[in-house]
C-alpha cells in the first residue's frame, strides 16, 4: 500500500469539498478501494497503485472545472470520474463564473467592444458613464487572464479623490483610509472569486488593490494592470501610471468624464490622455453611453436627465455671453456718437 499527498492549489477547498462535504463524501464513495482523507486544502490517499492514478486524474479535472465555474456539482463528479464531459450549461460569449456558478458576459455592444479590444490591444482606455459596466467588465477580463495562467497577478488601482476630501482627515491608519476608495473593486472581486481564496491571493499578492501613488517607481510585468476612475488623475499621474507597463503586461484604464472631482484649476489627466494618445498602435478606445448602463433603468434616466441639463445650461450660458457682448457692442457704439 502506497501513500500520497494531492495539493489543491487553485480552488478554493471549502467549494470543492462542498457543503457538509458532502462532494468529498461522493468522491470517497467513488473509490471504495482506497483510504481518503482531506484536510485544508491536502487530500492524503493510500491504496492501490492504479486506482490512486485514476483518483489523482479525476481530482485534478475535477479542480478545473471548480476553478472554472466556481461550483462543483453531483452530476458534475459523476461525469468527469467516469470520463465523461460534464453537461454544463454553456453560455455564449462568457468571460468568466461568478461565485455562483453564473456566467458573467459582456451585455452591451460596448461591453463586447472591450473585449474584442483586450484580445487585440495591449492597453485599453474604456471611458463612459456610471453603470455602463466598464470596470466590472475589465476585472473579469483580468480574472479570465488569471485562471488561465496567462499572468500571474492583477493589480488594480485608483486615484484616492473623492469630493474634495483629504485622506488625512478620515480616521484610521492608511489602509483603513484607502480602503473606502478601493471598495467598489472589492465588490467586483468578490463576485467572481470565493472569499477564502481571494483573501488567499490578496495576501500572497496575486492580487494588489492599491492607490493610484502607490504605483510610482515600480515595473509591472506579467499582469493585467487596471486604472479605474481615471478622470480624477492628473496629467502626471497617468502619465506615470501608463509608463510602469511592462512585459506580458495588458492595461485598462477606465473614466467617467461627467464625474471629474479634481479642484477646478487642474485638468483632468484622461481628458488629456484621449486626445495625446489617440491613434497611437496598441492602444483602443471605447466610448460608452447611456444604452450600455445595466443597473437599475433609473440610472439611465438619471444620465439623461444630466445631459438635458448640461445642454440647457451651456445654452444659457451661451445666450448670456452673447447678450453681454451685444450690450458692450451697444455701449460703445453709443460712446462714440458722443
Given amino acids: 500500500m502506497i501513500e500520497k499527498h494531492i495539493v489543491l492549489e487553485d480552488v478554493d477547498p471549502v467549494v470543492f469539498y462542498g457543503v457538509n462535504n458532502i462532494n ?18 491536502v487530500i492524503k490517499v493510500m491504496g492501490d497503485e492504479e486506482e490512486m492514478c485514476a483518483f489523482e486524474e479525476s481530482v485534478i479535472a475535477l479542480e478545473k472545472h471548480c476553478v472554472k465555474y466556481n461550483c462543483l456539482k453531483e452530476e458534475d463528479i459523476l461525469d468527469i470520474v467516469k470520463g465523461k464531459k460534464p453537461q454544463k450549461e454553456t453560455a455564449e460569449g462568457v468571460i468568466v463564473y461568478s461565485v455562483n456558478g453564473k456566467p458573467i458576459t459582456a451585455r452591451s455592444e460596448n461591453q463586447q467592444e472591450i ?45 484616492a479623490v473623492e469630493a474634495g476630501e483629504k485622506l488625512g482627515y478620515l480616521p484610521g491608519d492608511m489602509k483603513e483610509k ?5 471598495q467598489p473593486l472589492y465588490d467586483a472581486l468578490e463576485d467572481m472569486i470565493p472569499t477564502v481564496k481571494l483573501q488567499e491571493m490578496m495576501e500572497q499578492d496575486v492580487i494588489q488593490i492599491a492607490p493610484l501613488a502607490f504605483m510610482r517607481g515600480r515595473t509591472l510585468n506579467d499582469a493585467v494592470v487596471i486604472l479605474d476612475e481615471a478622470q480624477n488623475t492628473t496629467t502626471a499621474q497617468i502619465k506615470m501610471f501608463l509608463t510602469r507597463m511592462g512585459m506580458n503586461t495588458k492595461m485598462i484604464v477606465t473614466g467617467d468624464m461627467t464625474q471629474i472631482d479634481l479642484p477646478p484649476s487642474q485638468r483632468s489627466g484622461l481628458v488629456e490622455a484621449t486626445s495625446i494618445l489617440k491613434g497611437v498602435e ?10 450600455d448602463i445595466v443597473r437599475h433603468k433609473l440610472v439611465t434616466r438619471i444620465v439623461e436627465a444630466y445631459e438635458k441639463y448640461d445642454q440647457q445650461n451651456a445654452h444659457s450660458q451661451h445666450k448670456r455671453k ?17
Fill in 115 to 159: 473585449v474584442k479590444a483586450y484580445e487585440k490591444n495591449d492597453m485599453i482606455f474604456a471611458i463612459g458613464p456610471a453603470g455602463s459596466g466598464k470596470t466590472y467588465t475589465s476585472i473579469a477580463l483580468a480574472v479570465k487572464s488569471l485562471k488561465n495562467k496567462e499572468i500571474r497577478r492583477i493589480i488594480l488601482s485608483r486615484p
Fill in 282 to 291: 496598441g492602444i483602443a478606445f471605447i466610448h460608452m453611453n447611456k444604452k
Fill in 24 to 41: 468529498i463524501q461522493m468522491i470517497k464513495a467513488l473509490y471504495p478501494k482506497l483510504r481518503i482523507v482531506a484536510r485544508g486544502n
Fill in 178 to 182: 484607502i480602503d473606502p476608495y478601493l
Fill in 322 to 338: 452673447m447678450t453681454e457682448e451685444e450690450t458692450v457692442l451697444t455701449d460703445r457704439v453709443g460712446a462714440d456718437k458722443h
